[in-house]
């Protein structure tokens, strides 16, 4: 069996995504810990993170990187984050935004263990209220059920630096239901794109339906 890099941090086993485990022996939602070579790596499903379905499908651009500071909206109860952790290492930091408080209990017990992931229950339109924790960060990463993220979006793009990324979770669902998805996600783009620049836009299917996933580049 052998571990091959598509990313740093990112590998695949065999046909399995999978990411090198921060905290040896640590699973955060069951997942399998695979041993090779002395190194544990946890497998990362794509049905269960967008991020995972976003590189099975082809992901090019991959700009979390080890020491990236990243803003997660909407972590919920830490899948997806906790992989985000493995991929940016000790040097890095995962500022967890999530308004559930229920989730928040998941997701604290997933940080305590992991020194690079701090959660904050928060509501990620209210971005005063944790932007003196976070400052700016190398990367933003939203996944959010709300008719408004597109706006969420926009709020929150003052704290990624620069040039700096942000991936994006479409859910045409939760923006309007009377609409097409393609349409929801045509005027999404429309209403970013004076503030960034659409680098990949990955359809997620089949792992998780009428979701489109976006690599964005702040302008």
Request: with cysteine.
């Amino acid at each position: 069996m052998e571990a091959k890099k598509i990313f740093g941090g990112v590998f695949k086993i065999e046909s399995k995504l999978a990411t090198l485990n921060l905290v040896k022996g640590n699973r955060v939602y069951g997942e399998e810990l695979v041993e090779i070579e002395g190194k544990q790596y946890r497998l990362w499903t794509p049905y269960r993170s967008k991020l995972a379905a976003a590189i099975m499908k082809g992901m090019k651009h991959m700009e979390i990187k080890q020491g990236s500071k990243v803003l997660y909206l909407g972590a919920a109860t830490g899948t997806t984050a906790s992989h985000v952790s493995d991929i940016v290492g000790k040097q890095g930091i995962v500022y967890c935004i999530e308004i559930s408080e229920r989730s928040v209990r998941d997701l604290v017990k997933a940080c305590e263990s992991r020194p690079n992931m701090l959660p904050m229950l928060k509501d990620a339109r209210d971005v005063d209220s944790y932007s003196g924790d976070t400052g700016i960060c190398d990367v933003l990463y939203q996944d959010i059920a709300a008719p408004d993220q597109a706006d969420i979006l926009a709020r929150n793009s003052a704290l990624i630096s620069q040039g700096g990324y942000a991936y994006v979770a479409v859910k045409s669902q939760s923006i309007d239901v009377t609409k097409s998805p393609e349409r929801v996600f045509k005027e999404f783009i429309e209403g970013i794109a004076q503030e960034f620049e659409v680098l990949e836009k990955i359809d997620i299917t089949p792992y998780t339906k009428m979701h489109l996933f976006l690599v964005l580049r702040k302008r």
